[in-house]
């Protein structure tokens, strides 16, 4: 109710309303001059902040024995080093040598001058003595006496061996020439079929019949004992081609066509069916498995017993995950573990973790509503204790410990009252007991641990907060010492404005949605600025920062004169299951409903936020989103830049849409596609397209030009002759800011071309 009051002029009665909602301030609608001024501050900004925090990141070089490390600082914005060293046992901080001395060693040794404030010491190792350091300088090795200060050339580092993860290696199809674990027989492929030969050169066996030049044999695991041979029979499956032009080759009158193998959401895969091999007695048979028709041949995991392998299975449609044992004598499979759901299984974060010695593994699943780790009994086929649990989820497995039986692990979300995003450390047990806690600052953190992981440097930081780095035992987290503070001091007299967390409630009216503001350094209360928000709704993710970063393309945006706003809505990963389903065959919601009731709310708490004018952009899942939001949401977003955006589900990539879009492909990729529903476009539209992009087919971006064109809808198209998957690159930058400057502040930019 509005209470009346009355004043009296001259005998006439007024009422006065006390408590009515509050007038919106006038709009921020400035002289074009004041424009070209923004533009010159927010350049200055740009360059202002560059190198202005110093100290941010810690580095260590352990010694041999643990007992110390060394790290570099830069110091300035001029790029002065220091190196200091972190005795362990002392708790001490000191200089880890004499740079000055260093520096005239090295004129010395290499023959021309070196700045003792800018030693360029790469790749810096301990010698095996722990005493001796290990460096390169102009691309040469040298190994430093830091008791004699005395230089030496060392022999170049050894490099060590790129280890493919299960998942890449398989997809490249293995290894076809093979040599048994006990180094007697060497296993290949020939015509189709599987061969082996002794070492010793003796005659080449025959083990397989059913292979021909077009469905050849594939792939080769020995068992541990050399006794027996996994393989797969192949259908090969042609990856068909998507094409491009590049239209301004050097040197030439005429566009070059560029073409390259990429699979679309419905194409067939290769498959694969599954065989054993006994290669003594020269008999293989096949096992009693469907075809493995998805994400190719898998990772094999051999038994204690030699007999017995483990393969995970997930099916197409990311709907049944499976993890089989196969009797390599028999052929017999047996099902470990079977995991189904309605909506979807994150293939790429499920977690496995063989232990062949006690017949375990751990496994990760989102079973119980979050995401959690488990130890299953592989004999049993059960599981055997769940090992974390509660409304938050495991982030990364660190590390196993088999003999003391515990888990390393990051989490996020245990913390109540904390943003649910933050990264911290923990360390359990299989059977889910004795849970200790590595960091508990109110921030988000990054570990890395010592050699013999008794220590571990714990490096945290929020969005406005520079990092700190501590270190810790690893035995109960205690803390040992505080090793480097960020020095933000230089970044604060610019005067720039660090970016505000603000939280609001999804649609549910219940769940958090977390964000973040960017203003203009400069900016006057009393009028109302227009919004622009930053979007990839990727559901692969979270994507709103939460560590350190002295500036930002937001932050750059904001300066001419624009509230910069960033936030992860439902449909993105890192929170529950049931957050994260909302995406299940439905990327054009983009969590759109907590979006705009995210930035309403932010216009309540600040009147200086108008949502009559609200812009938005966004890359690649993001241009789909930015696009979608004009689309779909036109009350509310009244312009948009979209770039290099899959806008129809269909013509991106097989991996990435089927696992969220689903298959086999329904009415509803059409149905949300941005090139079905260009007809409804309102409001004020920049595409940006590199022609040579090969994440995302440029025709995915041309096909929206051309359905807009059909319906006679105004937009603005840039194409970037040569360029890749990418936002535009600067000059892509720069007409984004103009676009927005012109459609949100109704001012021409700067004209360029005087």
């Given at each position: 109710?509005?209470?009346?009051?009355?004043?009296?002029?001259?005998?006439?009665?007024?009422?006065?309303?006390?408590?009515?909602?509050?007038?919106?301030?006038?709009?921020?609608?400035?002289?074009?001059?004041?424009?070209?001024?923004?533009?010159?501050?927010?350049?200055?900004?740009?360059?202002?902040?560059?190198?202005?925090?110093?100290?941010?990141?810690?580095?260590?070089?352990?010694?041999?024995?643990?007992?110390?490390?060394?790290?570099?600082?830069?110091?300035?914005?001029?790029?002065?080093?220091?190196?200091?060293?972190?005795?362990?046992?002392?708790?001490?901080?000191?200089?880890?040598?004499?740079?000055?001395?260093?520096?005239?060693?090295?004129?010395?040794?290499?023959?021309?001058?070196?700045?003792?404030?800018?030693?360029?010491?790469?790749?810096?190792?301990?010698?095996?003595?722990?005493?001796?350091?290990?460096?390169?300088?102009?691309?040469?090795?040298?190994?430093?006496?830091?008791?004699?200060?005395?230089?030496?050339?060392?022999?170049?580092?050894?490099?060590?061996?790129?280890?493919?993860?299960?998942?890449?290696?398989?997809r490249r199809g293995g290894r076809r020439d093979n040599l048994s674990p006990d180094k007697k027989?060497?296993?290949?492929?020939?015509?189709?079929?599987?061969?082996?030969?002794?070492?010793?050169?003796?005659?080449?066996?025959?083990?397989?019949?059913?292979?021909?030049?077009?469905?050849?044999?594939?792939?080769?695991?020995?068992?541990?004992?050399?006794?027996?041979?996994?393989?797969?029979?192949?259908?090969?499956?042609?990856?068909?081609?998507?094409?491009?032009?590049?239209?301004?080759?050097?040197?030439?009158?005429?566009?070059?066509?560029?073409?390259?193998?990429?699979?679309?959401?419905?194409?067939e895969f290769t498959s694969y069916e599954m065989h054993t091999f006994d290669v003594l007695k020269?008999?293989?048979?096949?096992?009693?498995?469907?075809?493995?028709?998805?994400?190719?041949?898998?990772?094999?995991?051999?038994?204690?017993?030699?007999?017995?392998?483990?393969?995970?299975?997930?099916?197409?449609?990311?709907?049944?995950?499976?993890?089989?044992?196969?009797?390599?004598?028999?052929?017999?499979?047996?099902?470990?573990?079977?995991?189904?759901?309605?909506?979807?299984?994150?293939?790429?974060?499920?977690?496995?973790?063989?232990?062949?010695?006690?017949?375990?593994?751990?496994?990760?699943?989102?079973?119980?509503?979050?995401?959690?780790?488990?130890?299953?009994?592989?004999?049993?086929?059960?599981?055997?204790?769940?090992?974390?649990?509660?409304?938050?989820?495991?982030?990364?497995?660190?590390?196993?410990?088999?003999?003391?039986?515990?888990?390393?692990?990051?989490?996020?979300?245990?913390?109540?009252?904390?943003?649910?995003?933050?990264?911290?450390?923990?360390?359990?047990?299989?059977?889910?007991?004795?849970?200790?806690?590595?960091?508990?600052?109110?921030?988000?953190?990054?570990?890395?641990?010592?050699?013999?992981?008794?220590?571990?440097?714990?490096?945290?930081?929020?969005?406005?907060?520079?990092?700190?780095?501590?270190?810790?035992?690893?035995?109960?987290?205690?803390?040992?010492?505080?090793?480097?503070r960020a020095d933000m001091s230089a970044l604060t007299a610019t005067g720039m404005k660090l970016?505000?967390?603000?939280?609001?409630?999804?649609?549910?009216?219940?769940?958090?949605?977390?964000?973040?503001?960017?203003?203009?350094?400069?900016?006057?209360?009393?009028?109302?600025?227009?919004?622009?928000?930053?979007?990839?709704?990727?559901?692969?993710?979270?994507?709103?920062?939460?560590?350190?970063?002295?500036?930002?393309?937001?932050?750059?945006?904001?300066?001419?004169?624009?509230?910069?706003?960033?936030?992860?809505?439902?449909?993105?990963?890192?929170?529950?299951?049931?957050?994260?389903?909302?995406?299940?065959?439905?990327?054009?919601?983009?969590?759109?409903?907590?979006?705009?009731?995210?930035?309403?709310?932010?216009?309540?708490?600040?009147?200086?936020?108008?949502?009559?004018?609200?812009?938005?952009?966004?890359?690649?899942?993001?241009?789909?989103?930015?696009?979608?939001?004009?689309?779909?949401?036109?009350?509310?977003?009244?312009?948009?830049?979209?770039?290099?955006?899959?806008?129809?589900?269909?013509?991106?990539?097989?991996?990435?849409?089927?696992?969220?879009?689903?298959?086999?492909?329904?009415?509803?990729?059409?149905?949300?596609?941005?090139?079905?529903?260009?007809?409804?476009?309102?409001?004020?539209?920049?595409?940006?397209?590199?022609?040579?992009?090969?994440?995302?087919?440029?025709?995915?971006?041309?096909?929206?030009?051309?359905?807009?064109?059909?319906?006679?809808?105004?937009?603005?198209?840039?194409?970037?002759?040569?360029?890749?998957?990418?936002?535009?690159?600067?000059?892509?930058?720069?007409?984004?800011?103009?676009?927005?400057?012109?459609?949100?502040?109704?001012?021409?930019?700067?004209?360029?071309?005087?």
């Open positions: 109710m509005f209470k009346s009051y009355f004043v009296l002029f001259i005998g006439l009665s007024i009422p006065l309303l006390v408590n009515a909602q509050k007038s919106p301030l006038p709009q921020y609608l400035p002289a074009r001059e004041q424009v070209l001024k923004s533009y010159a501050q927010a350049a200055s900004m740009d360059s202002a902040v560059i190198n202005t925090v110093f100290k941010t990141d810690v580095k260590a070089i352990w010694k041999p024995d643990g007992s110390g490390f060394i790290f570099k600082n830069v110091m300035s914005k001029d790029g002065c080093i220091e190196f200091i060293y972190i005795d362990v046992k002392s708790k001490s901080k000191t200089n880890a040598f004499d740079s000055g001395r260093l520096a005239e060693a090295l004129t010395s040794f290499i023959g021309k001058p070196f700045d003792a404030t800018k030693l360029r010491l790469n790749g810096i190792i301990y010698a095996k003595d722990g005493k001796n350091l290990l460096f390169q300088v102009d691309n040469q090795w040298l190994e430093f006496d830091p008791l004699r200060y005395s230089l030496s050339k060392a022999m170049d580092r050894e490099k060590k061996p790129v280890i493919m993860g299960e998942f890449e290696y398989w027989w060497i296993a290949f492929i020939k015509e189709g079929n599987i061969f082996v030969k002794p070492v010793d050169g003796s005659a080449e066996s025959r083990l397989s019949i059913h292979g021909t030049k077009e469905k050849p044999f594939d792939g080769l695991k020995w068992s541990p004992d050399s006794k027996h041979i996994i393989s797969y029979l192949s259908d090969p499956k042609e990856i068909k081609k998507v094409y491009y032009l590049l239209t301004s080759q050097p040197n030439t009158t005429r566009a070059e066509l560029k073409s390259h193998d990429y699979a679309q959401p419905g194409e020269k008999r293989g048979l096949r096992v009693k498995v469907g075809k493995i028709d998805f994400l190719g041949m898998p990772q094999l995991h051999w038994e204690k017993d030699g007999r017995h392998v483990l393969y995970a299975k997930t099916d197409r449609g990311h709907q049944r995950y499976r993890v089989i044992e196969v009797d390599a004598f028999t052929g017999e499979t047996r099902t470990i573990i079977d995991e189904k759901t309605s909506t979807f299984i994150y293939e790429q974060r499920t977690y496995t973790h063989y232990l062949p010695d006690t017949d375990e593994m751990l496994w990760s699943s989102e079973k119980d509503g979050w995401r959690h780790l488990y130890l299953v009994d592989t004999k049993a086929g059960k599981v055997k204790s769940q090992i974390t649990k509660g409304n938050w989820i495991v982030r990364t497995v660190d590390s196993v410990d088999r003999s003391k039986r515990e888990v390393w692990f990051s989490a996020s979300g245990i913390n109540q009252g904390e943003d649910p995003y933050y990264i911290h450390h923990y360390r359990i047990g299989f059977n889910g007991k004795n849970l200790i806690t590595l960091n508990t600052a109110r921030a988000t953190h990054q570990v890395t641990y010592s050699p013999d992981s008794k220590y571990y440097l714990d490096t945290y930081s929020t969005i406005s907060t520079a990092p700190i780095t501590e270190l810790h035992r690893t035995t109960d987290g205690s803390l040992v010492m505080e090793v480097e970016p505000e967390v603000f939280v609001s409630k999804a649609r549910d009216g219940k769940t958090d949605i977390w964000g973040i503001l960017c203003r203009p350094s400069q900016y006057d209360s009393l009028k109302s600025y227009p919004v622009i928000e930053y979007i990839y709704a990727g559901p692969q993710d979270s994507f709103v920062p939460k560590n350190f970063r002295s500036y930002s393309e937001m932050q750059s945006i904001a300066e001419l004169g624009f509230m910069v706003v960033m936030m992860d809505g439902m449909g993105t990963a890192n929170r529950s299951k049931a957050f994260h389903d909302t995406c299940w065959k439905n990327l054009a919601d983009g969590g759109f409903p907590d979006r705009i009731l995210w930035i309403k709310a932010l216009a309540a708490k600040y009147d200086y936020i108008d949502t009559k004018r609200v812009g938005i952009y966004g890359t690649s899942a993001g241009g789909q989103n930015s696009l979608g939001a004009l689309l779909f949401h036109p009350e509310f977003y009244t312009a948009g830049v979209s770039a290099c955006g899959c806008h129809d589900n269909r013509v991106d990539k097989q991996w990435w849409n089927e696992q969220w879009m689903g298959f086999p492909i329904g009415p509803h990729y059409e149905q949300q596609s941005n090139v079905t529903n260009a007809r409804k476009l309102k409001g004020k539209l920049l595409l940006i397209v590199g022609e040579a992009d090969t994440n995302v087919p440029p025709e995915s971006t041309y096909r929206v030009a051309d359905a807009l064109i059909k319906a006679n809808k105004n937009f603005e198209l840039l194409t970037v002759p040569g360029m890749g998957h990418s936002d535009g690159g600067p000059y892509g930058r720069r007409k984004l800011r103009d676009f927005f400057v012109k459609s949100l502040l109704q001012v021409d930019p700067p004209d360029r071309n005087q």
